[in-house]
């Protein structure tokens, strides 16, 4: 199993960690630690081998090591402390920082906070490439795969620097905040949990050294007595062979440890019907019947924004035809399209068996609603017409857990969609006074955490769908929480492109397991395009108000087909065909679940291909077993040995373009 650790990657995780943590025999920490900062005009690494430090681990039940390695500054009462899991499942090592001031004054200015600052050796004439990837910003391009190969500066003569960094404070706009060093046939995946603004800078020295620098793009601030604040939380995962094992890897252990369990459950992608939200409720709950009706299969209704507020119904409203952005922060459903409230649709939805998503944007007010006219000491701004709700103060954040615990509770929600559609950093370097940068941020990601916490918490098999203007806000710590179901703004225009939406996939399973795909056109090939963990299928209005023009038969077979595949999702992924924003080349990839002896194999011609044929060799499979093969579209059967599929793979013709072919295959006993 790709996906499944070797014996001599866990000792090298563990290693890593005895060395980065550890303390010396006279209790002092070493320049291995690998969180550093500024004090005052003293960088961290000539500073902490003079503190004294403390060093505790602990057995979890599950094996893992929890560690908590601690130092203080004797004049200044400063505390630093990390707080470690070392993984017993996967070689994965994960820390959070924490700075706290025990002593009776401010403390002196700590700044430049690196969650992660640490080296590895490049040997001479190695390969070292850096895998990494864009993130959501309304492009084509979305989460598109990057690499920057370090091989063609091994002979500079100086330092050679590569910055990736998110932009205007949510997590993955601009870039993804993991990465994949690749240094001969080894390699260190990180990956950064902070929702906010971060920056990862890898420097490659003509002494074959990379340093790997991670943290906040922004620390410069004193803390007042009693005060702590917290570090992004920062993953190493060590990895052998082969760069995509340990892509796999990280996927396997992501969905083992950072990913949300619904009534202890591990959460599995939903499949989803929507509605803009300034609908009647009547016509909601038709639309709603109308699919159940139907034997389609959905398993969640979907409400959008426009739902709330004090302007009134307009039935043509859309997301570019009103001003709904306008009410956020008027957070009570609109009187004249839902007269009793949420709980009629709630109800009623319940009663078809359907789960409930509804969307807020909470963390963003309007000018002139209810929030920033009865509170405004909880708001930053304006910038623009936009008020940021400050999640850092106690009682703000209090206050807005129980609002949206009422309107979950009252409304029967059962997937909180939370959007954001602001970039936050200008509002906190506007709230920050000059010797307390960063502070703001700070708190407010910090009681972003907190809320879904709380709220999972009181409502057991919450789902929360985390979008910030599609997919600019997913990062360790949100993934932990969430699920991305618009991953990107792409889809939000009609007649978006299906390449991109096929790109999506393949860049964002690279390193998150969990997402959803969107499909609008009624064609087996934009299903087929969507196909991912969740889906997203706005099919229910058309439906509704023209059902003799609606093609049910095959929306229920495309619906079975999903069902019947999803389980992959959760398995190895494997591009076999390069990454590429063209249309006239083919897709394909590959979802292995090696523990069933089951997969999927997609196989898209992009409208404007030549090739009317395509040969992808599999991966993954075991080349002693035999393989029964079902080609889907064409119904066809094939019953081959793990051996040839690895080395001649699957041969697929299609004439059409665009067009495709999904082969789903299973793992049989050998012929007698």
């Not at 850092?392 to 509770?409: E, K, V």
């Not at 969609?417 to 700070?442: C, H, K, L, M």
């Not at 789902?463 to 997919?471: E, H, P, Q, R, W």
Request: hydrophobic residues 40%; negative net charge; charged residues 25%.
């Amino acid at each position: 199993m790709s996906g499944k650790p070797f014996q001599s990657e866990m000792l090298t995780a563990r290693r890593w960690a005895s060395e980065a943590f550890g303390i010396s025999s006279d209790a002092r920490l070493g320049p291995p630690f690998p969180i550093s900062f500024q004090y005052a005009t003293r960088a961290s690494v000539g500073l902490l081998p003079g503190w004294s430090a403390r060093r505790t681990e602990q057995a979890s039940d599950d094996g893992s090591s929890r560690i908590v390695v601690e130092a203080d500054d004797p004049s200044t009462g400063l505390a630093c402390r990390a707080e470690v899991i070392l993984y017993a499942d996967f070689p994965a090592v994960e820390w959070v920082g924490y700075f706290k001031n025990t002593g009776a004054s401010d403390s002196p200015i700590i700044s430049d906070i690196q969650a992660l600052d640490t080296v590895f050796i490049v040997g001479r004439g190695q390969r070292c490439r850096l895998h990494h990837a864009r993130g959501s910003q309304c492009r084509d391009d979305d989460f598109e795969p990057q690499e920057t190969c370090f091989t063609h500066y091994q002979a500079a003569s100086t330092a050679i620097d590569v910055r990736l960094a998110s932009v205007g404070g949510r997590s993955s706009d601009g870039a993804l905040p993991f990465f994949n060093l690749e240094i001969g046939d080894t390699g260190v995946i990180g990956a950064i949990g902070w929702s906010g603004d971060w920056a990862a800078t890898f420097t490659y020295s003509p002494e074959g050294l990379i340093r790997i620098r991670a943290g906040m793009q922004r620390t410069h601030l004193r803390l007042h007595p009693g005060e702590e604040i917290r570090t992004p939380r920062i993953l190493l995962l060590f990895w052998e062979n082969d760069w995509l094992h340990g892509q796999n890897l990280l996927r396997q252990f992501i969905l083992s440890h950072h990913t949300p369990r619904p009534n202890g459950a591990v959460l599995r992608g939903p499949l989803c019907d929507s509605a803009w939200g300034d609908r009647l409720d009547r016509d909601q709950i038709a639309q709603a019947t109308w699919l159940v009706e139907q034997g389609l299969g959905f398993e969640y209704f979907w409400i959008d924004a426009d739902w709330y507020g004090e302007t009134p119904h307009v039935e043509t409203s859309d997301t570019f035809g009103t001003a709904w952005y306008r009410q956020v922060g008027n957070w009570f459903p609109k009187k004249d399209a839902y007269p009793n409230g949420l709980k009629a649709v709630g109800d009623a939805l319940r009663s078809l068996g359907l789960g409930f998503i509804l969307w807020v944007e909470p963390e963003r007010a309007a000018r002139k609603t209810r929030i920033v006219h009865e509170h405004p000491d909880w708001v930053i701004g304006p910038v623009g017409e936009n008020y940021l709700f400050n999640l850092g103060i106690p009682a703000a954040r209090a206050f807005l857990t129980d609002l949206l615990s009422d309107i979950i509770r009252e409304g029967g929600v059962t997937c909180l969609r939370q959007d954001f559609n602001v970039r936050p950093a200008p509002f906190w370097a506007a709230a920050d006074p000059p010797d307390r940068v960063g502070i703001s941020e700070i708190r407010h990601i910090e009681g972003l955490y907190a809320l879904w916490d709380d709220l999972l918490a009181r409502h057991p098999g919450l789902i929360i769908d985390n979008c910030a203007s599609g997919g600019r806000r997913i990062d360790l710590e949100t993934i932990s929480r969430s699920i991305a179901l618009w991953r990107s703004d792409v889809q939000c225009y009609p007649h978006f492109s299906l390449t991109a939406m096929q790109n999506q996939t393949h860049g964002l399973s690279l390193w998150v397991p969990l997402s959803a795909g969107v499909a609008t056109e009624l064609t087996t090939y934009a299903f087929r395009s969507a196909l991912s963990p969740a889906m997203v299928v706005p099919w229910g209005e058309r439906g509704r108000k023209d059902p003799a023009g609606f093609p049910i038969e095959w929306a229920r077979r495309m619906i079975a087909e999903f069902k019947a595949v999803r389980p992959y999702f959760s398995g190895d992924f494997y591009p076999l065909v390069s990454y590429s924003l063209a249309d006239d080349t083919w897709v394909v990839w590959q979802f292995d679940r090696p523990d069933l002896g089951e997969g999927m194999v997609l196989f898209l011609r992009r409208p404007h291909s030549p090739f009317l044929r395509w040969a992808a060799a599999l991966r993954g499979l075991a080349p002693d077993a035999i393989y029964d093969l079902h080609f889907r579209e064409r119904n066809r059967r094939e019953r081959r040995s793990g051996r040839d599929l690895l080395e001649r793979g699957i041969v697929v013709d299609l004439e059409q373009a665009p067009d495709s072919e999904l082969v789903t295959y299973r793992r049989v006993e050998r012929d007698v």
